[in-house]
């Protein structure tokens, strides 16, 4: 939600996203009910033939996402259980690997289909009576309005390949780096077009699979406006999990991950934060609430860390510069992260954000040498 000032918005504002939906296209007097999914395949076992499970949940828009996101509420409720597709098998000459894939993904898109059906008949464009809050009677109009999941379930969802954007048609090689202007979002009229006409190498030139997405056959819903990325995946498990893996590779480079744990572990407690009781490099899996209690005093202990002078051996002189760039790379992210975390935005808050990306950005060729990848 954007607005001009904080102090503006009543005790019980929240957002409302969805203006994107195709409201010209409802009846008058009929309510928008946006429809939100989400899905996250979960691994449950190694044992007992390496068990998963992949439930897909819904819930509406028109409630308000402080009593949503609350488990107790029951808010979100699981529509369907999806299949795992099977492992490919190498040995068939006659059936190749890639086949195979295809094959699995457009099954998952007419099981998807079937689901989604009640989105995409005439009836639900004209209005479905449904009870409402106030128990009054009314013609409401559902719309798909967003799916939150993670990059790995966007790819299927969307029928893309892994190294491609689900909303934009950006070059897999400009990935990490801040463009100047703003690519094109993917065009899936041109999609369905292109599978309809056999048109294949248009498909693979932006990246996408030759398979009839399910998405594609629900009316006014562009694939591209129902990603939504959320804190966790995009920010949390995202960005600040990658981040702190260059860190610690940065912080042995220079002689103070000892240090680090030293300080981590020796926090005090005080209101609101969780005190760990671990040297960070004794964590093995983060959390989400992990996560953001970490960052609320990560820089303060990677500044610490850096500029300790007891208990320690002296950085060498030829460090100091990478330590003063690593720590206004690190301070930028991380106050990019917090500021996304408000659950009220202004236009001073977004250009923070972006002040704080376009400086990170400046600052990252630190930790060049400790990524996977260059």
Not at 198 to 220: C, T, Y
Not at 256 to 275: E, K, Y
């Amino acid at each position: 939600m954007v607005v001009g000032s904080a102090s503006m918005l009543p005790e019980n504002a929240y957002s409302y996203p969805f203006a994107h939906v195709g409201q010209t296209q409802i009846p008058v007097g009929s309510p928008l009910v946006p429809v939100l999914l989400a899905s996250d395949q979960t691994h449950l076992t190694n044992f007992s033939g390496d068990k998963k499970l992949w439930p897909l949940y819904m819930s509406i828009g028109n409630i308000k996402s402080t009593v949503r996101n609350k488990p107790t509420m029951n808010a979100w409720i699981p529509i369907a259980l999806l299949p795992i597709p099977p492992k490919r098998l190498d040995k068939i000459p006659t059936y190749p690997a890639e086949a195979q894939e295809l094959d699995a993904l457009q099954i998952t898109y007419e099981i998807l289909s079937s689901i989604l059906s009640p989105l995409s008949d005439s009836r639900s464009q004209q209005g479905v009576e449904m009870v409402c809050w106030d128990e009054n009677v009314r013609s409401c109009v559902p719309k798909l309005s967003a799916w939150l999941a993670d990059h790995m379930e966007n790819v299927m969802i969307h029928g893309i390949t892994s190294n491609h954007c689900p909303i934009c048609i950006a070059p897999p090689d400009e990935f990490g780096e801040l463009p100047d202007t703003t690519y094109d979002t993917r065009p899936h009229p041109r999609y369905a077009a292109a599978y309809h006409n056999s048109d294949v190498e248009q498909l693979e030139s932006d990246g996408v699979k030759n398979v009839n997405n399910a998405l594609w056959h629900i009316p006014h819903c562009e694939p591209h406006e129902i990603v939504r990325p959320d804190t966790l995946h995009a920010l949390l498990l995202g960005i600040l999990i990658h981040l702190m893996k260059w860190v610690q590779e940065f912080l042995e480079y220079v002689g103070r991950m000892t240090t680090f744990d030293h300080i981590w572990s020796r926090l005090p407690p005080f209101p609101g934060f969780t005190r760990p009781n671990k040297a960070y490099r004794s964590v093995t899996q983060w959390q989400g609430k992990e996560m953001c209690n970490l960052l609320r005093v990560l820089l303060g202990v990677f500044t610490a860390a850096l500029s300790r002078t007891t208990d320690a051996d002296p950085i060498a002189s030829r460090h100091k510069p990478l330590c003063h760039k690593a720590n206004l790379c690190f301070r930028y992210i991380t106050d990019y992260i917090l500021i996304a975390l408000y659950r009220v935005h202004t236009p001073g808050t977004i250009q923070s954000m972006k002040d704080y990306l376009q400086d990170f950005h400046k600052h990252k060729e630190v930790f060049l040498r400790f990524r996977a990848t260059k």
